[in-house]
């Protein structure tokens, strides 16, 4: 059976108690809703999740060079660095600095900001896990947040910052922040059943609005099916990514149908941002063509910000306006006789597509459930039949804005397959924020990828990203990173069991790079290394990874070094200093011998990574040995019988 058919059957009342049929209670209260919301400026596509035709802006949108950022981009990061000066002024009184008067060094340079510093955080992928731990490190930075401004914690940093990156997991992160009206971690903390961040109701299941869980999950089949459904109708290219994206979107936006009508364009229209009043959100994604296997050496990251879609790799060089996605840009412009298209950006679709890794999850939808029927799961059976599994893990971007362009092989096909950021190996979106352009100082990278046997990072995404700048001409195209040692040194002299800074030392960098200040996910107070296709968490696990991302960024909230802070201090003036002619506190120069890879390297190979409750202190029940661990590994590996 078809599932347009199947959909049809269910608005007949095949199922009587399915919830979505028309002038229900269900309907009533998500037009309430709906009207609620509707002042957040968010929920702007014109027609839910189809892609649809309007009239073009008198400019008509055209596709630009990556050589300067955007002129939007310009004109609000004048407002931003403005705006992060107060918060800066903050965070410095809780973060001293040994007896240096950082506040009165701010107010000095703030007439030209540009002086001061320039702040990013990163958030690595990594499924499930990244999202938590990443959520735990962006908790920790954030002065909203109970405690996070005392002594030895972080909080005020994200109010610092300039940019927040995300990829894969990480993007669902950012996301969930940002399409939320910049929420705190702290609230998605808070929410309820049928509300986001309900983990513990996974993906297959849909969210429990408080009715049946059977019937709950048949009216979010209903809609994820219909959003597919609508799309191809419409004339547009689908994949496994749509459907994913919606699910995705139930989940991580708290609004009607998983906030079906919310788009990432939109962001740049909300007043908050407008205004500078938060960061700017990036989430990142490659490009990847038929049956390639993508390395960092070679491949072409887009990214996604507020206004644009597009790469700064010397391969396309080109951005989009992320608004008009879906027209039928030639040569970079829309012919006189096509019209615009809005309403393709959906924000699930973004977040789905910087995270087509786990498309395959999505074919499991139905089948590894209890509660869920058989006529349910078939309707994403039949669904699913639709794709061909070689194409499982892309997202299609067809039209391809940058079709014509120019002479790039990405801009000769009529469509474009985008896949999940951190397939060629650079797991932590890191790309977006070293480009010379963005004068990055700092940027805090909170890794979860899964390098080791038991999924704890080693370093590997640094390493694929300086690999990649090392290639200065080519791939690298200008783009300076510090100097990363390999993989085996990273566990050997434990660069990734506690926070280490690269690139302290700004004259051993050929070109202008930021200090990498890197914050592996290890355990602190518990054993945060979940598989990334551990679909469930219940919401005392969820808690627990966050409490952990807090612990590793902060080093236990200092009780590890009472001068981690400090350093951390250090670190952020530490170009503004350069910039100035200004020295830096003599404290500084111990928290640089004690966080700063000096250059030693130790390349032999280590025993098993396998590390434990880095606090020391108890903590009991919440650990598991390794031993437990591969047995739960191998159980959720036969699971989901995946790469
Ligand atoms: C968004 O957040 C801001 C700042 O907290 C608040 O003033 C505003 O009312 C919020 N908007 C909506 C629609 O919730
Ligand atoms: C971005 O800049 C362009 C050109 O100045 C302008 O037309 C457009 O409205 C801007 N977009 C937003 C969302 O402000
Ligand atoms: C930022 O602050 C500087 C110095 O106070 C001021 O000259 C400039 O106009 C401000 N920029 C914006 C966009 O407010
Ligand atoms: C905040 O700190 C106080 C005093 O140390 C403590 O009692 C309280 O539990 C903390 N709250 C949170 C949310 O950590
Ligand atoms: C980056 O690539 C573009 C397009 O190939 C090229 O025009 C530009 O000069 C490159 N920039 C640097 C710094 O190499
Ligand atoms: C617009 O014109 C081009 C070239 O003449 C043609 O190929 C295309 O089909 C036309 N598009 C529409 C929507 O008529
Ligand atoms: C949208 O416009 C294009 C021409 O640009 C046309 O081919 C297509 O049929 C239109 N779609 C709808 C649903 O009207
Ligand atoms: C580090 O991670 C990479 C990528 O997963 C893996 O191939 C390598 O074996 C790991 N090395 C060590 C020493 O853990
Ligand atoms: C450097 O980048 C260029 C252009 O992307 C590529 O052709 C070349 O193979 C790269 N060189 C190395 C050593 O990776
Ligand atoms: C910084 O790097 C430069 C160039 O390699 C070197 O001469 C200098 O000694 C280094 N400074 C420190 C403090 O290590
Ligand atoms: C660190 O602070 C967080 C947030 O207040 C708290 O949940 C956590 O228990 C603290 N951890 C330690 C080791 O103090
Ligand atoms: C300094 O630069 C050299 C050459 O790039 C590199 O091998 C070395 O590891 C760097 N040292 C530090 C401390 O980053």
Not at 19 to 48: C, H, K, M, T, Y
Not at 102 to 125: F, Q, R
Not at 164 to 174: D, E, N, P, Q, T
Not at 274 to 288: E, F, K
């Amino acid at each position: 059976m078809k599932v347009s058919t199947l959909i049809g059957s269910l608005a007949l009342g095949a199922l009587p108690s399915v919830n979505a049929a028309p002038g229900s209670q269900f309907e009533r209260d998500s037009a309430a809703v709906a009207a609620e919301i509707i002042r957040r400026a968010l929920p702007n596509a014109p027609n839910g999740y189809t892609p649809t035709n309007v009239t073009c802006p008198s400019t008509r949108p055209t596709i630009r060079s990556a050589a300067k950022l955007s002129t939007n981009e310009t004109s609000w990061l004048e407002v931003r660095r403005n705006k992060t000066i107060t918060p800066m002024k903050e965070f410095f009184n809780h973060v001293t600095v040994g007896d240096f008067d950082v506040g009165a060094y701010i107010d000095k340079h703030s007439a030209n900001v540009s002086n001061l510093p320039n702040i990013a955080i990163a958030a690595s992928g990594g499924g499930y896990r990244a999202m938590l731990n990443g959520a735990g490190g962006i908790k920790a930075f954030d002065s909203r947040v109970k405690n996070a401004t005392a002594s030895g914690h972080l909080g005020g940093l994200l109010q610092s910052a300039t940019y927040v990156a995300g990829l894969s997991g990480g993007s669902w992160l950012v996301g969930s922040i940002f399409i939320n009206n910049f929420t705190s971690v702290a609230d998605l903390q808070t929410y309820s059943s049928g509300e986001p961040w309900q983990l513990g109701n996974n993906i297959f299941e849909g969210p429990d609005t408080g009715g049946l869980q059977v019937l709950d999950t048949a009216e979010y089949y209903t809609d994820l099916a219909e959003a597919y459904e609508d799309k191809k109708k419409a004339g547009f290219a689908t994949s496994l990514t749509d459907v994913w994206g919606r699910a995705l979107a139930f989940q991580m936006f708290n609004a009607s149908k998983g906030g079906i009508d919310y788009t990432w364009s939109s962001i740049a229209k909300t007043q908050d941002f407008i205004d500078g009043n938060y960061p700017m959100p990036l989430v990142v994604a490659d490009s990847r063509t038929t049956g390639e296997i993508i390395a960092s050496s070679y491949s072409t990251v887009f990214e996604f910000n507020p206004w644009e879609f597009g790469t700064f790799d010397p391969t396309l060089y080109a951005f989009a306006p992320l608004e008009y996605l879906g027209s039928r840009f030639e040569n970079g412009s829309i012919a006189s006789n096509e019209t615009c298209v809005r309403g393709y950006d959906n924000a699930g679709f973004v977040i789905g597509t910087s995270a087509t890794l786990f498309n395959e999850v999505i074919t499991e939808l139905g089948t590894n459930s209890s509660g869920i029927t058989a006529w349910a799961e078939n309707i994403l059976t039949d669904l699913f039949a639709d794709f061909d599994s070689s194409d499982d893990d892309i997202a299609s971007y067809d039209p391809n804005p940058f079709y014509g362009y120019n002479d790039d092989s990405l801009a000769s096909t009529t469509g474009l397959d985008v896949v999940d950021g951190g397939e060629d190996g650079q797991n932590v979106p890191l790309h977006p924020l070293i480009q010379p352009e963005r004068a990055v100082d700092i940027i805090f990278a909170i890794d979860s990828s899964a390098d080791t046997d038991y999924y704890w990072p080693n370093g590997t995404s640094l390493v694929a990203t300086y690999e990649r700048s090392l290639n200065v001409t080519g791939i690298g195209n200008g783009t300076a990173f510090p100097a990363i040692p390999d993989q085996n040194t990273f566990i050997n002299l434990g660069l990734n069991t506690r926070p280490t800074f690269f690139g302290c030392n700004s004259t051993n960098i050929t070109g202008t790079a930021p200090i990498v200040v890197y914050l592996a996910n290890a355990p602190y107070s518990s054993q945060s290394n979940t598989s990334t296709y551990q679909m469930t968490y219940e919401d005392w696990q969820r808690d627990n990874i966050i409490t952990n991302g807090y612990e590793v960024v902060t080093r236990g909230n200092g009780t590890l070094d009472g001068n981690f802070t400090a350093c951390v201090g250090c670190a952020i003036l530490s170009r503004s200093f350069e910039r100035t002619g200004t020295t830096l506190p003599d404290i500084c120069t111990q928290c640089f011998t004690d966080y700063c890879w000096n250059g030693t390297t130790n390349s032999t190979t280590p025993n098993t990574y396998a590390p434990v409750d880095i606090l020391a202190s108890s903590q009991a029940g919440l650990f598991i040995t390794p031993t437990a661990l591969t047995a739960f590994a191998a159980v959720t590996a036969a699971f989901f019988a995946m790469v």
